[in-house]
Each structure stands twice: as structure tokens, then as C-alpha cells.
């Protein structure tokens, strides 16, 4: 292998060490699940690290986010999230 090609590597074991670090500090639940396509992705648009974990982070939390159990207010609306029952 020539210099180039192991700097190559070097750089982009360096990105998904940090990307799987980010991630795991974001999101502790994805201890163990990196989706590498994902990761792949995200390191060949040129995307930081941090910045691509932060985005999956914040997708897998609003995925699932508990729902509401709406509780009634009297007036047909939920408690917590102002919405119609």
C-alpha cells in the first residue's frame, strides 16, 4: 500500500472513531447499534463527525419519544400536548 492510501484509512478510522464516540455521548441507548451506512454516508458528503451524530441522535429521540397518554382536560383537549382527543 502506498502512503497516500494508508493516510486515506487512517482519516477515516479516525472520523468513525469519532462519529461512533459522538454518537454513543448523544444517544447512550445506540451503545452497540452504529448504522455504518449511515456513517459511511455522512463521511463521503464530507459532514463532521459530531455534526452527523447529532443529527441521527436527534432522529432516533424523536422516533421514540414516548407518546402522549392525553390526559383529558375537561374540554376535549390533552393536558400535555394541547391536542384534541
Known sequence: MSKRVDTK?????????????ALVAEC???AGKVDWDTANY?????????????LIAR???EEHKPRCRHRDDGRGRCIDCDEFI
Do not use: M, Q, V
Open 9 to 21: 484509512i487512517i482519516a477515516r478510522s479516525r472520523w468513525y472513531a469519532a462519529y461512533e464516540a
Open 28 to 30: 447512550p441507548r445506540l
Open 42 to 54: 455522512f463521511f463521503h458528503l464530507g459532514r463532521d463527525a459530531k455534526e452527523a451524530a447529532t
Open 59 to 61: 432522529r432516533f429521540n
